[in-house]
């Protein structure tokens, strides 16, 4: 039996790609490992959005040079393999498989060659029409599913890498995109996660040419499914319809990823995000004036090139006016081929990480006042796992926020009595910056 280890980087789009490998590998005869030293095949499906990301990919690799890895086969899928290409065959020669997201649907003829010997098999086209839509994902999880709706990006914000790395964009069709959340509903899950890194701009190349609202609506309506959440979604096509489905069925959870990068209309400009300010909040606006309550969390930059303490600034503001549920907060990264990359006014790396603590304190205290609030409400929590540490469920609202709570008849998985993948209505006891904890009711 051919045994394959894969390591996943990155965010959703690659796990979820990575269940798709892995899927193929197993009907292709190869079954997975827990550890890479019993592996004939390693894989890394890898990450470049920030330097930090790709160098863990070339860490893994030099451990590996010291001896271990003889009669092993490396390959290198993901962002970092179409970025650097051939390249990788030079910085670490004990790879033999280079291969970008595209190329996935070629797979098994990749893996064929590598068995042949071959030792430099690469997948680097980017103009691929095929999309990698194989019947046989293996989902991590028995209860929460992602779809791919569109792949790729057309947009060119200055500082990014994936339009290069995961290339133009490509939609799938609703049928196919319905079909499988058909499927999924049938298998027992009950949520499901659209994925895409524009999703906003998602257009059916059928001709129904649904747009992402439409999608969205339909998706909410299969039979079985209870939560719908949907990543990521770019602030200059999200529109205000979206906002109007969210309204009409409690199914689609009513949490939205908005990710601003900056609170200051000038470093927007400079980054090409195609939105100021004003255009932003127009859109925050929509979902304050909604009936039901909708959390809105997003990402942020510091320290794009030029950025001065006033615009440092306005992204605090932005926070208070915002009042977000919780962010992803980064320092700029400098990345290959991208627009940002010959800018002028670098930000030095001891300024950039005050900045970055300093948002990070603002958004904290931000956090700790809007959770606190929730205490004594209640809330109805998705349970993903049981903490045996705490004897706590651990458990999502629809709001996206983590919910840990006990049961008081079910302290715990018991003779294959288990809470995990129920929904149970929790009454909020206690707070944190990052989570909720508190007491189940009941659970159904
Ligand atoms: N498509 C998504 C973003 C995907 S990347 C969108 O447009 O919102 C996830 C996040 O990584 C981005 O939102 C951004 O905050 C961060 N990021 C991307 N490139 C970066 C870079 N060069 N340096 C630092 N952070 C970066
Ligand atoms: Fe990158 Fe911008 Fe595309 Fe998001 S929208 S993936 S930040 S280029
Ligand atoms: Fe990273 Fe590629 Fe996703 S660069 S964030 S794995 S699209």
Same mark, same amino acid.
């Given at each position: 039996m051919k045994t394959f280890y894969i390591e996943t980087f990155g965010c959703q789009m690659n796990a979820h790609d990575s269940e798709k490998v892995i899927g193929t590998l197993v009907s292709e005869g190869y079954s997975q490992v827990a &550890? #890479? &030293? !019993? %592996?004939d095949l390693i894989l890394y499906n890898t990450c470049s959005i920030r330097d930090k990301a790709e160098q863990k990919v070339f860490h893994r690799l030099q451990q590996f040079k010291k001896g271990h890895g003889k009669g092993k086969v490396f390959g290198v899928l993901g962002c970092v393999a179409q970025q650097e290409g051939e390249r990788i065959f030079e910085r670490a020669p004990h790879v033999s498989l280079v291969a970008g997201s595209a190329s996935y649907a070629k797979l098994p003829q990749m893996l064929v060659q590598l068995e042949s010997g071959d030792r430099r098999v690469t997948g680097l086209s980017l103009d691929t029409e095929e999309a990698f839509d194989t019947p046989f994902t293996r989902r991590d999880n028995p209860h929460r599913a992602y779809i791919t709706i569109i792949e790729g990006c057309d947009k060119s914000c200055a500082y990014c890498v994936v339009p290069f790395t995961r290339g133009p964009e490509r939609s799938r069709t609703s049928a196919s995109v319905l079909k499988e959340a058909r499927e999924l509903a049938s298998m027992g899950y009950t949520e499901i996660q659209l994925l895409g890194q524009n999703v906003n701009s998602y257009r059916d190349p059928s001709p129904a040419a649904w747009d992402f609202a439409r999608l969205l609506r339909a998706v909410g309506e299969v039979d079985g499914i209870r939560r719908v959440r949907f990543t990521t979604s770019h602030p200059r096509d999200f529109v205000k319809d979206i906002v109007d489905a969210i309204e009409e069925n409690p199914v689609l959870c009513n949490h939205v990823h908005l990710p601003? !990068?900056? @609170?200051s209309t000038e470093v927007l400009r400079r980054m090409q995000r195609l939105y100021t300010r004003d255009d932003y909040l127009r859109r925050i606006a929509w979902m304050k004036a909604a009936r039901r309550d909708i959390s809105i969390t997003t990402d942020i930059i510091v @320290?794009?090139? @030029? &950025? +001065?303490e006033a615009d440092f600034e306005q992204t605090l503001s932005l926070l208070d006016e915002v009042q977000y549920d919780s962010l992803f907060s980064f320092k700029y990264s400098r990345r290959p081929? +991208? #627009? %940002?990359? +010959?800018?002028?006014d670098q930000i030095p790396e001891d300024e950039k990480s005050r900045r970055l603590t300093f948002l990070q304190e603002h958004q904290r205290a931000i956090q700790i006042r809007r959770n606190s609030g929730l205490v004594g409400t209640f809330d109805q929590a998705f349970v993903e796992g049981y903490n045996q540490a705490t004897g706590q469920w651990i458990g999502r609202t629809t709001q996206n926020r983590t919910l840990n709570f006990i049961h008081p008849l079910q302290a715990g998985p018991k003779d294959g009595e288990t809470l995990i993948g129920k929904y149970c209505n929790v009454r909020i006891t206690r707070a944190g910056p990052n989570s909720l904890a508190g007491e189940a009711v009941d659970c159904v």
């Open positions: &550890e #890479p &030293e !019993q %592996a601003v !990068q900056s @609170g @320290g794009f090139p @030029g &950025e +001065t081929n +991208t #627009p %940002a990359l +010959t800018l002028d």
